[in-house]
């Protein structure tokens, strides 16, 4: 059995420009044959995952700059700049992670994603083995040498050590790997890939699909003029432009694996059931940032259902295949509640409902009609609570 929780939220975001192309345009998909606007998965989860470590109070890091940031610690302890940021650098080079060396700013070349707390346990190490940093950083620069393939010119020679030292530097190496591989509740919630480092890498429990419209998208230009507020011959005009907005009603997916979940975190089922309801709260009525105070799209969705499955994640964005189209009454998104309510009506049929260990919905739209979407929770923190508590009640409790 493979226990997950799906996630399906309708939403309704006003003109606004919630995740930008490399042009500053509304992202778009090529979906039913028609463009619909799009918000990335990676979008969506990095807001997510950020607002969700808020709640939990418990941070990770995705960064190229372990180095700076283990210098600034250290300079709160007394070690002066240059020192400190020698040592930042020491310290992650020696971690040997294959492939990773240090970029001509002096950041990793590779994001890490680590635990806040890491910082100051990076900075321990290089405090405690301050007079082995530079020859566990030497030694780290001839292993990615030797291993890079590619590189033609002379190659950092390996320093020539001691027994001794040799085996205080592979213990220093296993110290500052085994606090780069740790996992927080985060980590294990939404993964981490370390090329060719298999003892780094964490399947994530959470899957986001990009969010599009359910129906046809079309971006709207927006010209502006900034005023300047001591005018002159130019009228007062000291800037203009144009801006692309887009508005629409998203479906929007994620689902847990339950019990990847409660893997990574090691058997820690409290942790699980603090994790699970701070996401599916947070994803739920998720509005992503970009261009906020020009557009202000704090809308509440419109309709958000969960369900537990004990075959397989479900996606129900086949509902909207054949895109939604709307008179100039009904809008967008009460032709989509009919037609994801029809399609997981079609799909429960087609799988039966045995897979389905429990099902609710909730939001801000008119439900009335709603047949196959479980039972109507009308409070989100209780529909949350209520579908946490049956994924993760003991076998025969549900």
Same mark, same amino acid.
């Given at each position: 059995m493979s226990l997950t929780i799906d996630v399906h939220v309708l939403?309704?975001?006003?003109?606004?420009?919630?995740?930008?192309?490399?042009?500053?345009?509304?992202?778009?998909?090529?979906?039913?044959?028609?463009e619909r606007t799009r918000i990335s998965s990676a979008c969506q989860k990095r807001g997510c995952r950020i607002n969700t470590e808020s709640v939990l109070g418990d941070r990770a890091l995705r960064t190229r700059r372990i180095p700076e940031k283990v210098a600034a610690e250290l300079r709160t302890r007394g070690w002066d700049e240059q020192d400190a940021l020698n040592a930042g650098q020491a310290i992650a080079l020696t971690a040997q992670f294959s492939g990773m060396k240090l970029a001509e700013a002096g950041t990793t070349n590779v994001m890490l994603f680590i635990p806040e707390s890491a910082i100051n346990d990076l900075a321990d190490l290089a405090d405690t083995h301050r007079d082995l940093l530079d020859t566990a950083a030497e030694q780290a620069r001839a292993h990615a040498d030797a291993a890079d393939k590619t %590189?033609?010119?002379?190659?950092?020679?390996?320093?020539?050590?001691?027994?001794?030292? %040799?085996?205080?530097?592979?213990?220093?190496?296993?110290?500052?790997?085994?606090?780069?591989?740790?996992?927080?509740?985060?980590?294990?919630?939404?993964?981490?890939?370390?090329?060719?480092?298999?003892?780094?890498?964490?399947?994530?429990?959470i899957a986001v699909a990009h969010a599009t419209t359910t129906h046809a998208g079309e971006e709207q230009p927006d010209f502006f003029t900034a005023v300047d507020d001591i005018p002159g011959t130019d009228n007062g005009s000291a800037h203009m432009g144009q801006h692309a907005h887009a508005s629409g009603t998203f479906y929007r997916y994620a689902t847990i694996s339950v019990d990847e979940l409660v893997r990574n975190l090691d058997g820690d089922r409290a942790m699980a059931r603090e994790l699970i309801h701070a996401f599916l709260t947070e994803f739920a009525r998720h509005v992503p940032t970009a261009k906020k105070n020009s557009t202000a799209p704090f809308t509440p969705p419109a309709l958000v259902h969960l369900a537990v499955r004990t075959d397989q994640p479900m996606n129900l964005g086949g509902a909207f295949e054949a895109p939604i189209t709307a008179d100039d009454t009904s809008g967008w998104t009460a032709p989509s509640i009919t037609a994801l309510d029809q399609h997981a009506a079609a799909v429960n049929t087609f799988l039966g409902d045995e897979p389905?260990?429990?099902a609710a919905h909730s939001g801000t739209a008119d439900l009335t009609g709603i047949t196959a979407l479980g039972t109507h929770i009308p409070r989100l923190d209780t529909l949350v609570t209520t579908i946490t508590d049956a994924a993760l009640a003991p076998a025969g409790h549900q």
């Open positions: 939403h309704a975001y006003p003109l606004s420009n919630l995740n930008r192309d490399e042009f500053g345009s509304p992202k778009i998909a090529l979906l039913g044959g028609v %590189k033609t010119e002379t190659k950092t020679k390996a320093p020539t050590l001691d027994k001794d030292t %040799k085996a205080q530097v592979t213990h220093l190496k296993n110290q500052v790997r085994d606090v780069l591989c740790r996992r927080n509740g985060s980590i294990a919630a939404f993964g981490r890939m370390l090329a060719n480092t298999p003892e780094a890498t964490v399947d994530g429990a389905l260990r429990a």
